[in-house]
């Protein structure tokens, strides 16, 4: 006996409504992290551990069965089979900032698209996965693999859910995250959040400087606000010596003009503050910026400094001034496939009486391991008596574009949308890579504008339809 094959466009058509509805109520709960209300089995807070029972309540309606981990994490499984097909999507949301056109959390509907904080980031996508596994389960096709859906519930903060949930739970066989882009993203870079620190102690167990003239001694320097980010505000407080303080605005200001950079030069208690502004962009693409830092050190460059402030900025311009790719560190690398390492100077602070510290993002492509280039870092990092801190290291994530994970969803994809399923590398990461084998597939169409943590953050109701058409082909295709 041979089944019809099923439509899966018109069995989320025929859910249309109902899905709407489910979407609504499930943006229309609150799920910003909440220390506040944090408590047992609720660790992230009240709004978070609602957010993830309504999941769960729609899950156990459809037959599935269900398991909340402790409330960092939970998941709802069908079908049957020693493998195991992985879904894993997060129901946090960012806080919903200012200067919305709907409430942020009354998800309405506007020229065809559902408006809220959490709409495309992620738990649009998430009740789509929801909706997707319902269809498979109710089409009575056979399965010979198991399905879960896993819902994290702290990836926009620190994915503890996830570390907690695998620490006692299944990893899948393979899987894929609605949590990014379409096609399909299966490589991402390896990503690190690296300290470079000078104390005042080691500036001075050098013994390297002469004494010399100065024109000034540098205060304090800041720039920056997080790694990720490249800085669009500097702010250099100098005390004048040899140079009057006139003297040092004139000079800032002349600088100013010949380079066309934007600042501004204060003089208060004879200390002359110099602000550089700069053009932010994300860190990923550092070259997209204007680090408003290293521009404002490349001025103090300019002047005669005392001896500790000399360093820094001679290590800042050797090393980090419009170094994207780390070339002049020795550890750049341009891969084919997932494209350069990328280095981003997010945070840099100085204080005389205290500590110099670069914050400094880079990423680098699977065939530039972090183990390859570190021992070239430390080398430069020594010259100027910098030790380096790993705040953290994720290594690349990438699947093998012919692993069937991978050729199935783009089957998917084409045979649905009639587009070419061209696969992606990036420089950021998706939750995919907390999975094993795991690709980031969708839930935002190519051509759409990315409204994740923005104001008025939506979806597109037919991107909704589509989205969970793709999921629920893709679960069937990949479980059967
Ligand atoms: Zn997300």
Redesign the pocket.
């Known amino acids: 006996m041979t089944m019809k094959p099923i439509d899966w466009m018109d069995e989320v058509h025929k859910r249309k409504e109902e899905l709407i509805a489910a979407v609504q109520g499930f943006l229309q709960i609150k799920s910003v992290l909440d220390p506040a209300t944090a408590r047992p089995g609720a660790p992230f807070g009240e709004g978070i551990a609602r957010t993830l029972a309504y999941a769960l309540q729609l899950c156990a309606d459809a037959g599935m069965e269900v398991k909340n981990v402790d409330g960092y994490a939970a998941h709802a499984q069908f079908g049957q089979g020693e493998e195991l097909i992985g879904v894993l999507s997060?129901v946090d949301v960012v806080p919903e900032g200012d200067g919305w056109s709907t409430p942020p959390y009354a998800a309405e509907i506007v020229d065809g698209k559902i408006v809220a904080r959490g709409a495309i980031?992620?738990k649009g996508p998430t009740m789509a996965a929801i909706f997707a596994a319902k269809i498979v389960k109710e089409s009575g096709l056979a399965l010979g693999k198991r399905v879960r859906l896993i819902f994290g519930t702290d990836?926009?903060t620190s994915w503890r859910c996830l570390e907690r949930y695998f620490k006692t739970e299944e990893m899948p066989t393979m899987g894929f995250s609605p949590?990014?882009d379409f096609p399909l993203i299966y490589a991402e870079k390896g990503m690190t959040d690296l300290i470079f620190r000078q104390t005042k102690q080691a500036f001075a167990a050098q013994g390297l400087f002469p004494a010399v003239e100065t024109d000034a001694t540098l205060l304090s320097l800041e720039a920056g606000l997080r790694v990720n980010m490249v800085p669009d505000r500097g702010q250099a407080i100098l005390r004048p010596a040899g140079k009057t303080a006139e003297e040092l605005a004139d000079a800032y200001r002349r600088y100013l003009r010949d380079t066309g950079r934007t600042g501004d030069v204060t003089i208060a208690d004879d200390q002359v503050v110099l602000s550089m502004q700069g053009v932010s962009a994300h860190g990923m693409d550092p070259e997209k910026g204007i680090n408003a830092g290293t521009e404002l050190i490349r001025f103090l460059a300019t002047l005669q400094l005392d001896d500790r402030a000399r360093q820094l900025v001679r290590f800042t311009d050797t090393y980090l001034y419009r170094q994207h790719y780390g070339k002049a560190l020795g550890i750049d690398h341009d891969d084919a496939e997932m494209g350069p390492l990328t280095l981003n100077t997010g945070v840099i602070r100085y204080d005389c009486e205290g500590d110099i510290e670069f914050n400094v993002n880079i990423r680098y492509p699977h065939s530039h391991p972090y183990a390859s280039w570190e021992p070239k870092l430390l080398l430069h990092l020594q010259e100027a008596a910098l030790v380096l801190e790993v705040k953290e290291n994720m290594p690349p994530h990438r699947v093998d574009p012919k692993h069937p994970l991978v050729t199935t969803l783009q089957r998917v994809y084409t045979q649905q949308t009639g587009q070419e399923a061209r696969i992606i590398a990036i420089g950021g990461a998706t939750?995919a890579r907390a999975l094993d084998v795991g690709v980031a597939f969708g839930p935002l169409f190519p051509g759409r504008a990315d409204s994740?943590h923005q104001r008025d953050e939506h979806i597109f109701i037919d991107d909704l339809l589509r989205a969970t058409v793709l999921y629920a082909q893709a679960i069937y295709e990949l479980a059967k």
């Open positions: 997060h980031d992620d990836e926009e949590d990014a939750y994740a």
